[in-house]
């Protein structure tokens, strides 16, 4: 066991005016499982590059532990796995690269002799996870994990990690990161917090204090007002008494002054007390809700359709060459449903769906649609995104005012609509292709994984709409708690 200080920690990409990171000062045990968490943009990837060493920063990071990254960039892919792995862990022997894919249930005679460019997204994440835990005195820094692997991955890679230790873990996953931390590592409005336990511990805590802390900024608001108008009273009083020195009392005879001056300057001094205490009360009340993350409930302007049934599968396959990559798929999207197709990676998820957007794709069988049925996609791929946000409103005919205001909802800064999208986080890029869609007037949603990259508080927001507004939606997720909450219908391939 070692730590790892953080001491003032201030950080600025170049040209940018706003710090990243500001006087953040903390401690790392290396034993611990962190799960890093913090919205799109605020930081997270930018923390592991500066544990890396690859940006100038004023403050200090010490450690006695080095530190590695996942995922890494094989530099030979073309190379056989074993080659690979060798390449990146020169010390390691054979049979210890088979107990790691073991663990990961991965057949090692299946992949150590392939090309690795030939292994399946999964099945690349798993090998490299395995060559990071044989790495001796470092500590991990595992950066998104999940966005390639189906449920059923993300469940053996959750154990897998479970029984490891010295990592910080960023992940979006609720499930998968409630499996696999013992602490919790945030990046909030005003810097970074530490916490013990899983995500949902976590999570429940931050409730409890941002409930605490709204009850107490109303008290506070109340407690302001009702001293501004006693100081307003006190202070009107002592001015009628300072000015009623030179008049008379009743009867004609005339007033004590020194009595007078006395009173008024009690007065005096009394408003002054309540202005020194309203002064405090407005001091105490600025230190709320600083960390309180906005979540404004979102909106989808979805069309109802003229009759129950909006499309059908009936006893679809779908083959690439000589590879069937589904067969005999039935099912029916009724009005309101909202459908997530299950199964495995490469099982033919996406083909369905882009089938029924209309793409080119070789099938048998029987697809039925509706007439004058209008869709709204949202795909896997962000790449394409360049350009500002108001060129891409404009291209795909939707409110700028209501796309924008949509991104403002999933925590975008106004800086953002300046930029160019190219220079988007992936998070930030998958919430653009959400916002345009919720700001599409459609019959049916077909979403394919529009959950990567998205941070927690987001995806609860989503499901939030989606519970409350209903729309038609066929959708392929990996996100176990997200499907749970979500789906009203499983189609599993």
């Given at each position: ?34 799960g ?147 602490h ?42 009702r ?38 300057a ?10 020194q ?48 990559v ?34 080119d ?13 209008k ?57 653009v ?36 507004s ?17 789906a ?6």
């Amino acid at each position: 066991m070692s730590l790892i200080n953080v001491s003032n920690l201030t950080f600025a990409y170049d040209g940018s005016y706003d710090n990243i990171f500001e006087k953040a000062s903390f401690q790392l045990d290396t034993d611990w499982k962190l799960g890093f968490t913090g919205r799109n943009g605020r930081g997270k990837t930018t923390f592991l590059n500066l544990l890396l060493g690859k940006y100038e920063y004023s403050g200090t990071i010490s450690a006695k532990v080095g530190f590695e990254y996942f995922p890494f960039t094989a530099q030979h892919p073309e190379y056989l796995t074993m080659d690979v792995l060798e390449e990146v862990c020169p010390g390691a022997e054979q049979w210890q690269f088979v107990r790691e894919l073991s663990l990961l249930k991965v057949e090692a005679d299946d992949v150590l002799y392939r090309p690795f460019d030939s292994l399946s997204s999964g099945e690349q994440t798993k090998v490299m996870l395995a060559a990071l835990f044989l790495k001796e005195d470092r500590f991990l820094l595992i950066d998104e994990p999940t966005n390639h692997l189906d449920m059923e991955a993300r469940q053996l890679v959750s154990e897998y990690l479970n029984t490891k230790k010295g990592f910080i873990l960023v992940s979006h996953d609720r499930a998968f990161l409630d499996n696999c931390v013992d602490h919790i590592l945030s990046i909030n409005k005003t810097g970074i917090d530490i916490q013990k336990g899983s995500f949902s511990e976590w999570w429940e805590n931050k409730q409890r204090q941002d409930a605490y802390e709204l009850a107490e900024n109303d008290r506070l608001k109340a407690d302001i007002r009702r001293l501004s108008d006693a100081a307003k009273r006190t202070g009107g009083w002592s001015d009628e008494v300072e000015k009623s020195k030179n008049g008379t009392r009743n009867s004609g005879s005339k007033l004590d002054k020194g009595y007078v001056g006395h009173k008024a300057a009690k007065m005096m001094k009394r408003s002054k007390s309540i202005e020194q205490r309203q002064h405090s009360a407005i001091e105490d009340k600025s230190k709320l809700l600083k960390n309180i993350e906005s979540s404004d409930s979102l909106k989808i302007t979805a069309l109802p359709y003229h009759k129950n049934q909006l499309a059908e599968f009936d006893h679809i396959s779908i083959k690439y060459g000589e590879r069937t990559v589904c067969s005999d798929v039935s099912f029916v999207i009724g009005q309101g449903e909202r459908i997530a197709i299950s199964g495995k990676n490469g099982s033919g998820k996406s083909s369905l769906l882009k089938l029924l957007t209309g793409e080119d794709i070789s099938y048998t069988g029987t697809l039925r649609t509706g007439s004058q049925l209008k869709i709204s996609y949202v795909s896997q791929d962000t790449s394409f995104l360049q350009g500002s946000l108001t060129e891409y409103a404009r291209a795909h005919e939707v409110d700028e005012s209501l796309f924008k205001a949509i991104l403002r909802k999933l925590d975008f800064s106004r800086v953002q609509f300046e930029k160019d999208m190219a220079s988007f986080s992936g998070g930030q890029k998958k919430k653009v292709l959400i916002a345009r869609s919720l700001s599409e007037q459609a019959h049916l949603y077909i979403w394919d994984e529009p959950l990567n990259y998205i941070d927690i508080l987001s995806r609860m927001q989503i499901e939030e709409l989606l519970i409350d507004s209903a729309p038609t939606l066929l959708f392929v997720e990996h996100d176990r708690e997200f499907c749970r909450n979500i789906a009203t219908k499983t189609v599993l391939l």
